[in-house]
């Protein structure tokens, strides 16, 4: 059974910096970072490739968030700087094994075969 372990988040002011860590069980091809707030769907914010070539943003966090990995440990991390009250939500890690019949968007959470229980990000003003 695949596992994602997601950690750091927490409470911060507008302007602080956060930094979160997914440790996955194995390798996985595409990992991503979801978020979500109550009531609302949950929407890719950042996504990375195997070999971190290619990385997605979501416009509204371009320039202020930057997702990584390490292979080696089996790690996904995301960065986030300048953040706002309207980035609170739980963020998810997510896990898109290679399939070629999945043919699913990349921001959409279907195409998602892995995910974590999220941890929560709160942005005080």
């Known amino acids: 059974q695949v596992q994602l372990v997601e950690s750091g988040g927490g409470l911060v002011q507008a302007g602080d910096s956060l930094s979160l860590s997914c440790v996955t069980s194995?390798?996985?091809?595409?990992m991503g970072w979801f978020r979500q707030t109550p009531g609302k769907q949950r929407v890719l914010a950042a996504a990375?490739?195997?070999?971190?070539?290619?990385?997605y943003y979501a416009d509204s966090v371009k320039g202020r968030f930057t997702i990584s990995r390490d292979n080696a440990k089996n790690t996904v991390y995301l960065q986030m700087n300048s953040l706002r009250p309207e980035d609170t939500a739980v963020y998810y890690c997510a896990g898109r094994p290679y399939n070629i019949t999945n043919t699913r968007a990349l921001d959409h959470p279907y195409g998602y075969a892995y995910w974590g229980r999220g941890t929560q990000v709160t942005v005080s003003s």
């Open positions: 990375i490739s195997w070999s971190g070539g290619s990385t």
């Open positions: 194995t390798a996985i091809w595409i």
